[in-house]
C-alpha cells in the first residue's frame, strides 16, 4: 500500500474522511474558507487549483492561471504545485481535513481512491463540456456514471527506440505494422548479439502496466473488469512472464541487478535514455522530455500485436491526468468553469500546447498543430494515426488496483529473475496480493 493511499485511510478510519465526506451535501458557500475555496474577499470567487509536475509545468499553469483570471477578474485562483513524490500524501491530508483544493490534477491509478469516497464531485453535475473530445477520451475519469475527472491530455503507451543504434549496428529497425511479440523478442536479441552484448536489446517491461494490459487485452482478457475485479487469473500471468523469461534468458533484456536499479532511478538516468538499452515502453507525451536527455532523436513504434496486425493490437487513448474537483468545494460551478477553460479553450490550448498530452478536444488540437514542437508533431500524427487499432477504453482501475499493480509484480517478477520463486508461484503469488489490495481497499 502506497504512503499516501495508507494515510488516507488512516485518517478516514479515525472519521476525519468520514465526517468531511458526510457534510460534502451541505451549503458550499457557507461563508467560511476552510474547505479549498471560497470568498475572495472582495466579493469575488476564490480557488485553490493543485497539481504535480516539474519546472516546465509549473511554469506553463502559471501561465495558464494568469490568463483565466485576467478574463475573468471575478476570480482568484490560488497556486499549490508541487512534486510527485510528495502530491499524493498531502492530498490524502488535504482530504482528511476537509480542506481539499478546489481543483484537483488527479492520476488514473488514484482517481477510484477519491472518487468512489465521495472526496470528488461529479463533474457533469456542474456543467462539464466534453461535447468536442475526440472519441475514447471523455470518459476516462467516470466511475459508476459519475464523472469524477476529465481527460487534460491524450496519451497512448508506445514503444521508443533508438534509430541510431540500429543503424549503428545494422540492425533493420522493424515493420511496427506487422511485428509480433516474437518480433519484438527477436529484434531485441539481435541488438544484444550485434553490440557482442555493449548495448541490451531492449529495456524491461514485465512490470509495465500498459503493456501487460495490450498483452491481455490481444488475448481477450483486461487488468481490471468494470465491478473492480481483475480481468485475468494466474495463468495469464505465467504466460506474461514465461515471455519475458524467454526475453532474459536469451540475453535480451538486462541483468537481474540492472533490472532493479533501472526501476528506481529518474527517466533521465534511465538504461535507454543512457544508450545501453535500444528498444523501451513509454507514453506517448514523455518523448520530449526523453529527447532532451538523452540528446538525440527517438523513434515510436506501434506495441507489438499477438496476431502481427497493428489493426488488432487493441491500441487505447489514456489520459495523461484527469482534471477533478473536490466534493467539498465552496465553488463548483466556478471551479467547473475553469476546468472547461482548460480542456476547451484555444487560448488554454495555446499556453499549454501538449505539455500535458495532446488536447482530447479536437477543436484545440486543430488550432495548436502549426504551434506544436517538431516532436510534438511527431507524437499528434501517431496519435491520430492509430485511431482504426483503437479498442476500448480501459475501465478505470479499482482502489487499491491500479496503484499496486505494477509495484507487486515488479517484486514478483524480480524473484523471478534472481532465481527466488518459480513462474508459477509468482503468478499466483502476485494475483493473491493484488485481489487481496483490492478488496481491503
Do not use: H
Request: aromatic share 8%; glycine share 10%; hydrophobic share 40%.
Amino acid at each position: 500500500m502506497s504512503a499516501s493511499r495508507r494515510q488516507f485511510l488512516t485518517l478516514a478510519s479515525i472519521g476525519a474522511v468520514g465526517t468531511g465526506l458526510a457534510l460534502a451535501g451541505c451549503s458550499r458557500s457557507s461563508g467560511g474558507n476552510d474547505d479549498g475555496g471560497g470568498d475572495d474577499g472582495d466579493g469575488g470567487t476564490a480557488l485553490v487549483l493543485t497539481w504535480w509536475g516539474n519546472e516546465v509545468r509549473n511554469a506553463n499553469t502559471t501561465k495558464l492561471v494568469a490568463a483565466y483570471t485576467a478574463a475573468n477578474t471575478d476570480v482568484a485562483i490560488e497556486e499549490q504545485p508541487g512534486e510527485w513524490a510528495s502530491y499524493w500524501d498531502r492530498l490524502a491530508t488535504q482530504t482528511a481535513g476537509n480542506d481539499a483544493p478546489d481543483v484537483i490534477q488527479m492520476d488514473m491509478n488514484y482517481i477510484a481512491e477519491y472518487g468512489a469516497r465521495g472526496a470528488l464531485a461529479n463533474l457533469a453535475d456542474y456543467g462539464l463540456d466534453t461535447s468536442a473530445f475526440v472519441e475514447g477520451t471523455a470518459t476516462s475519469g467516470d466511475i459508476d456514471g459519475a464523472s469524477y475527472g476529465v481527460n487534460a491530455g491524450i496519451n497512448t503507451p508506445v514503444i521508443l527506440i533508438n534509430p541510431s543504434i540500429f543503424e549503428d549496428l545494422g540492425v533493420d529497425i522493424p515493420d511496427d505494422t506487422t511485428w509480433t511479440w516474437d518480433d519484438y523478442a527477436a529484434t531485441a536479441k539481435e541488438i544484444t548479439d550485434a553490440s557482442g552484448g555493449d548495448v541490451i536489446g531492449s529495456s524491461a517491461f514485465f512490470s509495465n502496466d500498459a503493456l501487460l494490459s495490450a498483452w491481455l487485452r490481444q488475448n481477450g482478457k483486461s487488468l481490471f473488469t468494470a465491478d473492480g475485479g481483475l480481468g485475468f487469473d494466474a495463468a495469464d500471468i505465467t504466460e506474461w512472464m514465461n515471455y519475458n523469461v524467454a526475453m532474459f534468458e536469451a540475453g535480451a533484456l538486462p541483468s537481474a541487478s540492472q533490472i532493479t536499479e533501472d526501476s528506481s532511478v529518474g527517466q533521465d538516468q534511465s538504461l535507454f535514455v543512457t544508450g545501453k538499452t535500444a528498444m523501451s515502453a513509454w507514453w506517448s507525451n514523455q518523448i520530449e522530455a526523453l529527447e532532451g536527455s538523452a540528446g538525440t532523436e527517438l523513434q515510436i513504434l506501434r506495441f507489438p500485436s499477438v496476431a502481427g496486425d497493428a489493426l488488432q493490437r487493441q491500441a487505447w487513448y489514456k489520459a495523461s491526468m484527469l482534471w477533478s474537483v473536490s466534493a467539498r468545494s465552496e465553488n463548483p460551478e466556478a471551479a467547473v468553469a475553469f476546468v472547461n477553460w482548460l480542456i476547451n479553450s484555444t487560448e488554454s490550448g495555446d499556453i499549454g500546447l501538449a505539455e500535458r498530452g495532446m488536447p482530447p478536444n479536437s477543436e484545440v488540437s486543430a488550432a495548436i498543430q502549426d504551434k506544436l514542437s517538431e516532436t510534438q508533431q511527431r507524437v499528434s500524427t501517431f496519435i491520430n494515426d492509430i485511431v482504426p487499432e483503437l479498442g476500448e477504453t480501459p475501465v478505470v482501475p479499482p482502489a487499491g488496483g491500479g496503484n499496486q499493480l505494477g509495484a507487486l509484480l515488479l517484486r514478483y517478477g524480480s524473484d523471478v529473475l534472481f532465481g527466488n520463486q518459480t513462474v508459477e508461484d509468482a503468478s499466483q503469488g502476485f494475483v493473491d496480493e493484488l485481489n487481496s489490495s483490492i478488496t481491503s481497499a
